[in-house]
Nanobody, 110 residues
Framework: VQLQASGGGVVQAGESLTLSCVVS????????VAWYRQAPGKQREFVAD???????TYADSVKGRFSISRDNAKATAYLQMNSLKPEDTGTYFC?????WGQGTLVTVSS
């Protein structure tokens, strides 16, 4: 199983970014997909997930600002991040079952 995350970059506080995670089609449609992040020197933490039928869960720190979605036809999950804050800085990883993507770096400057 392969996961390819992309879309990270450097933005100013208050701006937006959209991350993408392309997953092997063979398993994508029936499984939940999650996004995690890891800030420098900190443990990896849960950000959001979406079930195969579209139910979503968010960490309290991103509720109201981030939105997770999926396109089963493209085997792709997205993380729309709005009103970004410096504390959102970190490497963002997508996960399906036990497999992790390689991470994409998001840097938010104040």
């Amino acid at each position: 199983v392969q996961l390819q995350a992309s879309g990270g970059g450097v933005v100013q506080a208050g701006e937006s970014l959209t991350l993408s995670c392309v997953v092997s089609k063979i398993i994508f449609g029936t499984k939940s997909v999650a996004w995690y992040r890891q800030a420098p020197g900190k443990q990896r933490e849960f950000v959001a997930d979406i079930s195969s039928d579209g139910r979503t869960t968010y960490a309290d720190s991103v509720k109201g600002r981030f939105s997770i979605s999926r396109d089963n036809a493209k085997a792709t999950a997205y993380l729309q991040m709005n009103s970004l804050k410096p504390e959102d800085t970190g490497t963002y990883f997508c996960k399906i079952i036990k497999w992790w993507g390689q991470g994409t770096l998001v840097t938010v400057s104040s």
